[in-house]
């Protein structure tokens, strides 16, 4: 057990709709990481959060955003979802640079 | 040409065996190395972190990076049938706009069979 938590495990939804996942970190983590993996494109980075404030972007989609708050606990909003949204999403949390512990994932399915 | 190649395998080997996987990567940016383990729809559990080249050994396991190839390596000595997972290897720079971004390898789909 990574102590990285992620609610909900699994999501069914339909195209155009929006969801919401959440994510707490590690104790005494203040960065926060998501990840997207998917068959085809494999493991890749969202975006980062540092104690709030976001810290570095990746091929994070115009659609997908993500906050974090006060807590530190973060959360990651898809909207107007397509079939090829479906994929695994992770967080990661760290204390420092490079260390990242994951969490158990949320299995995103669009149909 | 992706970053970071991996080979994805299928690797099998027999119980006892001595597992050689391997990364390279083409941004000499990177400084930091980590290997995960995967197993399946199951988060990446962190096995081995290193900074800049080196060799780091931890149990069975021994992670080396050779910053001068851009290559790194996991080496696994006495396989378990309890190995079997996918390993991916990460990699990320310092500092600037792509500050804590880890870069995956695709993984490598290991079996240990009795």
């Known amino acids: 057990d990574s102590g990285v938590t992620q609610t909900p495990k699994h999501l069914i939804t339909a195209t155009g709709q929006r969801v919401t996942l959440r994510c707490s970190p590690r104790?005494?983590?203040?960065?926060v990481y998501w990840y997207q993996q998917s068959l085809d494109q494999g493991l890749q980075f969202l975006i980062q959060y540092y104690n709030g404030e976001e810290r570095a972007k990746g091929n994070i989609l115009e659609r997908f955003s993500a906050q974090q708050f006060p807590d530190l606990h973060s959360e990651l909003n898809l909207s107007s979802l397509e079939l090829g949204d479906s994929a695994l999403y992770f967080c990661a949390s760290s204390e420092r640079d490079g260390e990242q512990y994951f969490g158990p994932g949320t299995r995103l399915t669009v149909t | 040409q992706k970053e970071v190649e991996q080979d994805p395998g299928p690797l099998s080997v027999p119980e006892g065996a001595i597992v050689s996987l391997n990364c390279t990567y083409s941004n000499s940016a990177f400084q930091y190395f980590m290997w995960y383990r995967q197993y399946s729809r199951k988060g990446p559990e962190l096995l081995m972190y290193?900074?800049?080249?080196g060799n780091k050994e931890d149990g069975r396991f021994t992670a080396q990076v050779d910053k001068s190839s851009k290559y790194i390596s996991l080496f696994i000595r006495d396989s378990q049938p309890s190995d079997s997972a996918t390993y991916l290897c990460a990699m990320s720079a310092r500092g600037g706009t792509s500050y804590g971004k880890l870069t995956f390898g695709q993984g490598t789909i290991l079996t240990v069979h009795p």
């Open positions: 290193t900074y800049s080249s």
């Open positions: 104790s005494g983590d203040l960065s």
